[in-house]
C-alpha cells in the first residue's frame, strides 16, 4: 500500500498523537477525524494534526484504507457498526484499547468479510487528555503490541505492523487472552491500587488530608498522577478485562496478606527478602530500555 487515507476516531491523547506522528514520519496521504466534541473536532483542525475533521465517524472514514479507533472501549462495537458500512473493501481497522479479546470477539462479526482488524495496543501514554495533549513522540521507543487471530490478513498485519515501526515503535505480537493477563498486572492492577489510595486518602479526616497533600512529595505523589488518568477510559477497561483483573488481584492481596502477616510478627527477614527481589525487577525494568534510572524519577524538584 502506498501512503494510505488514515482515519481517527477519537482526537484526545493517543488519537492527537498519532496524527502528530503520521504527519511527523510522512505516513499518510490525507488524514480525516472525528470526535463526539465540535470543540474537540475544532481545535484538531486547529492544532493541524489532521488535515479535515467530519461531523460523524460514517463521513470521517469515506475512502479511508486504515481506521484507528483511539475511543473508550465501551463504544467502539456502536461506532463500528456505524462505519463498516461505509468502508471500502479491503480497509483496515485497528485499534489502541487496553484490552484486546473482548474487542476482537466484538468487532469481527461485523467485517462482513470484506473488512479487515488488526488488534493493536500502543504501551505508550501520559495521565494527560484532550487534543492539546498529543505529541508526535509518545510512540518512539515503545512496544505496541498486535493480537490478530488465525483469520486475519497477513497483509493488514503487515501493513498496520509498517505503521507502527514508521512512528518509532517496536512491534510484538500475542495472543489476545495473553496481552489481557499480561496488561492486567502490569498497567490495571496498578492503577487500581493507585484509585483506591489515593480515594482512602480522599475520606480521611480534613487535617490529615490536608496535611497527605502538603506533604507528598514522594510515594503518594505518584499514585495521584496515576489516579488522574481519564476516568471513562479506566471504567471501561476494568469491566471488559474483569476476568484477568480479579485474578491477579486475588494474587495481590495474597502476597499483601503475607506481608501484614510479617510486619505483625516482625519477620525483618521475610520483608527484607521481598524488598530485595522486588529492587531486582526495578532494574530489569531500567536495563529493558523501559525507565531511566534518573534521581527523583527525572524531576527538577
Given at each position: 500500500?502506498?501512503?494510505?487515507?488514515?482515519?481517527?476516531?477519537?482526537?484526545?491523547?493517543?488519537?492527537?498523537?498519532?496524527?502528530?506522528?503520521?504527519?511527523?514520519?510522512?505516513?499518510?496521504?490525507?488524514?480525516?477525524?472525528?470526535?463526539?466534541?465540535?470543540?474537540?473536532?475544532?481545535?484538531?483542525?486547529?492544532?493541524?494534526?489532521?488535515?479535515?475533521?467530519?461531523?460523524?465517524?460514517?463521513?470521517?472514514?469515506?475512502?479511508?484504507?486504515?481506521v484507528f479507533f483511539n475511543t473508550p472501549l465501551s463504544v467502539i462495537k456502536?461506532?463500528?457498526?456505524?462505519?463498516?458500512?461505509?468502508?471500502?473493501?479491503?480497509?483496515?481497522?485497528?485499534?489502541?484499547?487496553?484490552?484486546?479479546?473482548?474487542?476482537?470477539?466484538?468487532?469481527?462479526?461485523?467485517?462482513?468479510?470484506?473488512?479487515?482488524?488488526?488488534?493493536g495496543h500502543p504501551i505508550a501514554g501520559t495521565e494527560q487528555s484532550g487534543?492539546?495533549?498529543?505529541?508526535?513522540?509518545?510512540?518512539?521507543?515503545?512496544?505496541?503490541?498486535?493480537?490478530?487471530?488465525?483469520?486475519?490478513?497477513?497483509?493488514?498485519?503487515?501493513?498496520?505492523?509498517?505503521?507502527?515501526?514508521?512512528?518509532?515503535?517496536?512491534?510484538?505480537?500475542?495472543?489476545?487472552?495473553?496481552?489481557?493477563?499480561?496488561?492486567?498486572?502490569?498497567?490495571?492492577?496498578?492503577?487500581?491500587?493507585?484509585?483506591?489510595?489515593?480515594?482512602?486518602?480522599?475520606?480521611?479526616?480534613?487535617?490529615?488530608?490536608?496535611?497527605?497533600?502538603?506533604?507528598?512529595?514522594?510515594?503518594?505523589?505518584?499514585?495521584?498522577?496515576?489516579?488522574?488518568?481519564?476516568?471513562?477510559?479506566?471504567?471501561?477497561?476494568?469491566?471488559?478485562?474483569?476476568?484477568?483483573?480479579?485474578?491477579?488481584?486475588?494474587?495481590?492481596?495474597?502476597?499483601?496478606?503475607?506481608?501484614?502477616?510479617?510486619?505483625?510478627?516482625?519477620?525483618?527477614?521475610?520483608?527484607?527478602?521481598?524488598?530485595?527481589?522486588?529492587?531486582?525487577?526495578?532494574?530489569?525494568?531500567?536495563?529493558?530500555?523501559?525507565?531511566?534510572?534518573?534521581?527523583?524519577?527525572?524531576?527538577?524538584?
Amino acid at each position: 500500500m502506498s501512503q494510505p487515507n488514515i482515519a481517527l476516531i477519537g482526537l484526545g491523547l493517543i488519537g492527537s498523537s498519532l496524527g502528530h506522528a503520521l504527519k511527523k514520519n510522512k505516513l499518510a496521504a490525507h488524514i480525516s477525524g472525528y470526535a463526539r466534541s465540535a470543540a474537540t473536532r475544532d481545535k484538531a483542525l486547529e492544532l493541524g494534526f489532521v488535515d479535515s475533521v467530519h461531523d460523524t465517524a460514517a463521513e470521517a472514514v469515506i475512502d479511508a484504507d486504515i481506521v484507528f479507533f483511539n475511543t473508550p472501549l465501551s463504544v467502539i462495537k456502536q461506532l463500528a457498526e456505524e462505519i463498516v458500512p461505509r468502508l471500502k473493501d479491503n480497509a483496515i481497522l485497528t485499534d489502541v484499547g487496553s484490552v484486546k479479546a473482548g474487542v476482537l470477539k466484538e468487532l469481527t462479526p461485523l467485517l462482513e468479510d470484506r473488512v479487515h482488524f488488526v488488534p493493536g495496543h500502543p504501551i505508550a501514554g501520559t495521565e494527560q487528555s484532550g487534543p492539546e495533549a498529543g505529541f508526535a513522540e509518545l510512540f518512539e521507543d515503545r512496544w505496541c503490541i498486535l493480537t490478530p487471530d488465525e483469520n486475519t490478513s497477513l497483509i493488514a498485519v503487515e501493513e498496520i505492523t509498517k505503521l507502527w515501526r514508521g512512528m518509532g515503535s517496536d512491534v510484538a505480537f500475542m495472543e489476545a487472552d495473553h496481552h489481557d493477563l499480561v496488561l492486567a498486572i502490569t498497567s490495571h492492577l496498578p492503577h487500581l491500587i493507585a484509585y483506591n489510595i489515593v480515594g482512602t486518602a480522599a475520606q480521611l479526616e480534613n487535617d490529615t488530608r490536608s496535611e497527605v497533600i502538603k506533604y507528598s512529595a514522594s510515594g503518594f505523589r505518584d499514585f495521584t498522577r496515576i489516579a488522574s488518568s481519564d476516568p471513562v477510559m479506566w471504567r471501561d477497561i476494568f469491566l471488559a478485562n474483569k476476568d484477568a483483573v480479579l485474578e491477579m488481584l486475588g494474587r495481590f492481596s495474597e502476597d499483601l496478606t503475607a506481608l501484614q502477616a510479617a510486619i505483625r510478627r516482625g519477620d525483618a527477614r521475610y520483608l527484607e527478602d521481598v524488598f530485595t527481589k522486588t529492587r531486582g525487577i526495578r532494574q530489569s525494568i531500567i536495563e529493558a530500555g523501559q525507565d531511566t534510572d534518573s534521581p527523583n524519577f527525572g524531576r527538577d524538584k
